[in-house]
Nanobody, 119 residues
Framework: QVQLVESGGGLVQPGGSLTLSCASS????????MAWYRQAPGKRRELVAA???????NYADSVKGRFTISRDNAKNTVLLQMNSLKPEDTAVYFC?????????????WGQGTQVTVSS
C-alpha cells in the first residue's frame, strides 16, 4: 500500500510560481511512475506531467516549458514546479503513483491540493 500526501497549493497571481510536493510512504517508491493530474470544476481529470522510475518525463502540451516534474527517490518525494501560471491552471492537483504488476497496474492517488490562479 502507498499513501500519497500533497502539499504546496494555494492562491497565486497570474505569472506567479508555485511548487507542489507529494510525499509517498513505502520503501519501493523508486520503482513507481509518478505523475500529477489536475481537475478543474466541470472538467475531466487530465494528466499534467509524469516521470518514470528512470527519470523520463512527459508533459501536457498546455504546460510544456512552464512546469517541471522531478523526483527524489531518497526522500520518496515528487515535485511539480509551476512557473508562469495562468488562470486556466486553476484546478485541484492530484499526485498519482503507478507500477506494473504482471499484466495489470497498481495505482494510488493522493487527496489533492487546490491551486488557484487569480488576481
Amino acid at each position: 500500500q502507498v499513501q500519497l500526501v500533497e502539499s504546496g497549493g494555494g492562491l497565486v497571481q497570474p505569472g506567479g510560481s508555485l511548487t507542489l510536493s507529494c510525499a509517498s510512504s513505502g520503501s519501493i517508491f523508486r520503482i513507481y511512475t509518478m505523475a500529477w493530474y489536475r481537475q478543474a470544476p466541470g472538467k475531466r481529470r487530465e494528466l499534467v506531467a509524469a516521470i518514470t522510475s528512470g527519470g523520463i518525463t512527459n508533459y501536457a502540451d498546455s504546460v510544456k516549458g512552464r512546469f517541471t516534474i522531478s523526483r527524489d527517490n531518497a526522500k520518496n518525494t515528487v515535485l511539480l514546479q509551476m512557473n508562469s501560471l495562468k488562470p486556466e491552471d486553476t484546478a485541484v492537483y492530484f499526485c498519482f503513483a503507478s507500477r506494473t504488476v504482471g499484466v495489470s497496474t497498481l495505482d494510488f492517488w493522493g487527496q489533492g491540493t487546490q491551486v488557484t490562479v487569480s488576481s
